[in-house]
């Protein structure tokens, strides 16, 4: 049993499951992230384990503890909405404090805890301040510490970096998971950013439709999905349709090729392939065993890194190298030779 619990929740609105059959269980101390498109039930989860929602089936547990009956702030969680939904007519220090006020903590233990937590947040001279003369980022750092003031066991975060500024959001998120790894505190964010999922997690929960697809460490989820949604939602990827030749002896043909995947394929006339663009590249690097000839189609150039698409037959693959200030990007309508490893290919 793990310190937060997760048994066959669901929830349905009217007619319409948007949770199903939901299982999860968080070690003490973990940052788990739900990631999932829009819609795919990742709010109504959390707000079920915050309790602000009533599960239609299912149980939660908290350390042992069944908190399905309980109202939210008898759970001992903290949340942080993607809206920081401070008090405006309070000031920073005031908002910090407000769950330990109403908690009955004596004023001096509350003003210690308040320096602490603005301390850990990076704002320990703002408690004066009011949350309009603050900036998003601040004003989400205030949240944070809210949450934390009262010394939650699990601490709920929903979007929290959504209204931001792309470098806001990097900074912050790093200092999210600096937070949360010093107080050791088991968090649950949720996110439909899989750049945020896979930096921040020990582990994601790939949400589709109101299922958890897969559960696992980020390396994994990346590396191998083991369904076609969490493939194809998380990173780039790049589908390629083969026709199978031989089942049995894993055998495939790619255009004009021959391919051996060296494992057996399903019993299918056509198999998709997929591939990440990191696998593929325009120089046979380490003798990669296959070579496709294309045209590069489309040329990207972002800075550290060019994304460049080429036309294989029927498939458009994205691929990527590193800029050099020695050689321009290629140009688009030339030719060129895609290198990848036979092994390297997922079949979906
Ligand atoms: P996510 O957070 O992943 O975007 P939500 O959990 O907010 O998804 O919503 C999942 C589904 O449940 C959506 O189709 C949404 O419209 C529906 N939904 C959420 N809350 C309610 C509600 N109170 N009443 C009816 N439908 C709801
Ligand atoms: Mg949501």
């Known amino acids: 049993m793990g310190f937060l619990d997760i048994s066959n929740l669901s929830k349905s609105f009217g007619a319409t499951q948007v ?10 101390g973990e940052f788990i992230s739900f990631l999932g498109p829009s819609g795919c039930g990742k709010t109504t989860t959390l707000r079920m384990v915050a309790g602000f929602e009533v599960p239609s089936a299912g149980t ?7 908190v399905v009956r309980l109202r939210p702030n008898q759970r001992n969680i903290g949340m942080v909405f993607q809206s920081y939904a401070l008090f405006p007519n309070l000031t920073v220090a005031d908002n910090v404090g407000f769950g330990l006020r109403v908690a009955g903590v004596p004023r001096a233990g509350r003003a210690s805890r308040v320096a602490e937590m603005l301390a850990i947040v990076g704002l320990a001279d703002f408690g004066a301040r009011y949350p309009f003369q603050l900036s998003g980022g601040q004003q989400q750092r205030v949240a944070l510490a809210r949450a934390l003031a009262v010394r ?3 601490l709920l975060l929903d979007e929290p970096l959504s209204a931001l500024d792309a470098k806001i959001r990097v900074s912050l998120r790093e200092e999210i998971r600096s937070i949360q790894r010093k107080l050791g505190i088991t968090t649950i964010y949720v996110t439909h950013d899989q750049e945020e999922a896979l930096s921040m997690s020990d582990r994601i929960v790939v949400m589709n439709n109101g299922v958890a697809d897969q559960v696992a460490p980020p390396f994994e989820i990346y590396n191998r999905p083991t369904t076609r949604f969490v493939a194809s939602f998380v990173g780039t990827l790049n589908l390629i349709e083969a026709e199978v030749a031989d089942a049995a002896a894993g055998r495939l043909r790619l255009g004009p090729d021959l391919v051996d995947l060296g494992r057996p394929l399903p019993d299918n006339r056509r198999v998709t392939l997929a591939l990440r663009p990191e696998a593929l590249s325009l120089a046979p690097h380490g003798g990669r065993d296959l070579a496709l000839a294309g045209e590069i189609v489309e040329v990207h ?28 990007p290629p140009a688009v309508g030339a030719p060129a030779t895609v290198f990848l490893n036979a092994r390297d290919l997922m079949v979906l």
Do not use: M, Y
């Open 152 to 154: 939650p066991q699990v």
């Open 19 to 28: 949770v199903k059959d939901f299982n999860l269980s968080v070690e003490k």
């Open 301 to 328: 150039f972002l800075g550290s890194v060019i994304r460049i698409r080429v036309q294989v037959g029927d498939a458009r693959l994205s691929l990527d190298t590193f800029n050099s200030p020695d050689s321009p």
């Open 60 to 66: 939660i547990r908290i350390d042992g503890r069944d």
